[in-house]
């Protein structure tokens, strides 16, 4: 049996890809590490929290004697890493904690792999460190300029991406200085369901089922590109099990939408399937001030992912779109647990030390 770590398995693309290992890979024992902070919800993993070939531990990356302990208790053979503070908007305001998080949290993580693996009769052969990180990293494009390939100079803005693209360093670094087998995939926008309700997506979906504003930064303009988030998880999985070590792999959806249009693109969905006339809802969106440093275009160029591995995005975003509105209508309950905080304090008592 192969055992796995996979961290920030309760969030949102974490649950997706801890929920495929666990259904694909029965021989494989998957052992999901999450701090369960307010982005990290059990409730997103209820169908599989009971699998044989499934462990949840509550721990925080950032502690290096937890870390320890665990890879001493199982003979860990892969990590994925997902584990981050991972919204924009927090990191303006909070820089510190994306400090924190995402570059000592992934040190020290590589540290406690090191360690492990170092004293492991077959040293590193076998095991492989699998860093999740964003285009965000890649800094900002202008419309005119051609996609982000993993040749593009590192430009990040934003404090998130800058704790992103010094995580992403020092896994490389692992690799070099100590020869550890690392890979790091740089993928685009994810959407679908689970996705914590401060961002875009699953934020304007529930204020137009509520009737509120729609708060576009700026015009609106700014361009992103989207990808559903269990073909990222598939991505992952493929990436995992035959990337070359070392490597890295944009993954993204050749799927840019300007801000404006998405969200009508939205408002269109919400209100068809709520059985709206057209245009009940287009009159809650309201431009409000823009991100501090808003990155005007993110756009992957996954070339590289489908010419070596054969992957593509499998889903039109029309589909994933009306499948990611239907989600979220159909579960109001997820959605009101957070809004309402209820889950936080449940799980605060749940797994209190
Ligand atoms: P998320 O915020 O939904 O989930 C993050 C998870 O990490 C949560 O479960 C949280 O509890 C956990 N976590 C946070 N700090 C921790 C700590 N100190 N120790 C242990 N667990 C901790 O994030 P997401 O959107 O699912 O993103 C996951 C990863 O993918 C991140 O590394 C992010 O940078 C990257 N990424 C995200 C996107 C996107 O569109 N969401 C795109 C590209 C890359
Ligand atoms: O590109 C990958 C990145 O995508 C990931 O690395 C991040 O973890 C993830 O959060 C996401 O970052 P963005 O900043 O692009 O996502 P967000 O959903 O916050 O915003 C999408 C766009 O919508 C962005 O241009 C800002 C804008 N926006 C967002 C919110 C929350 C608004 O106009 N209004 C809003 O209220």
Same mark, same amino acid.
């Given at each position: 049996m192969k055992h796995i770590i996979i961290t920030g398995g309760a969030g949102f693309i974490g649950s997706h890809v801890v929920r495929l290992f666990v259904n694909k890979y029965p021989d494989y024992h998957i052992i999901n590490v999450d701090k369960l902070t307010y982005a990290g919800n059990l409730a997103n993993l209820k169908d599989i929290a009971n699998a044989p070939n499934y462990t949840f531990v509550k721990g925080d990356i950032c502690d290096l004697d937890f870390l320890l302990s665990l890879f001493a208790t199982y003979p860990v053979d892969g990590v994925i890493h997902l584990a981050a503070e991972s919204h924009v908007d927090r990191s303006i305001k909070d820089p510190f904690t994306f400090a924190q998080t995402n570059v000592m949290g992934t040190l020290a993580l590589l540290q406690a792999a090191k360690n492990s693996w170092e004293k492991r /009769? *077959?040293?590193? /052969? +076998?095991k492989l460190f699998y860093h999740i990180s964003t285009d965000e990293v890649y800094g900002a494009l202008r419309f005119d300029d051609t996609l982000f390939t993993e040749t593009t100079k590192y430009d990040p803005h934003s404090p998130y991406s800058a704790s992103k693209a010094s995580s992403d360093h020092f896994v490389r670094a692992f690799h070099d200085t100590y020869g550890m087998p690392v890979l790091v995939t740089n993928c685009s926008n994810n959407y679908g &369901?689970?996705?914590? &309700?401060?961002?875009?997506i699953p934020l304007f979906i529930n204020n137009i089922r509520h009737g509120k504003s729609l708060p576009v930064y700026g015009k609106g303009e700014n361009v992103r590109d989207w990808l559903f988030v269990e073909d990222h998880a598939r991505a992952m999985d493929l990436i995992f099990h035959q990337g070359k070590v070392a490597e890295t792999y944009n993954i993204g959806g050749f799927n840019e939408w300007t801000n404006i249009d998405l969200i009508k693109v939205l408002i269109k969905t919400v209100d068809r399937l709520l059985g +709206?006339?057209?245009?009940?809802? *287009?009159?809650l969106i309201t431009h409000v001030t823009d991100r501090s440093g808003h990155d005007l275009r993110y756009a992957i160029d996954a070339t590289k992912l489908k010419n070596e591995l054969g992957w593509e995005p499998s889903l039109q975003f029309e589909e994933g779109i009306e499948k990611t509105v239907k989600w979220y209508l159909d579960h109001q309950d997820w959605m009101d647990n957070i809004t309402s905080g209820a889950y936080e304090k449940y799980y605060q008592e749940m797994y209190k030390k």
């Open positions: /009769a *077959d040293g590193y /052969a +076998n &369901p689970y996705q914590f &309700p401060e961002k875009l +709206n006339a057209v245009g009940t809802s *287009d009159h």
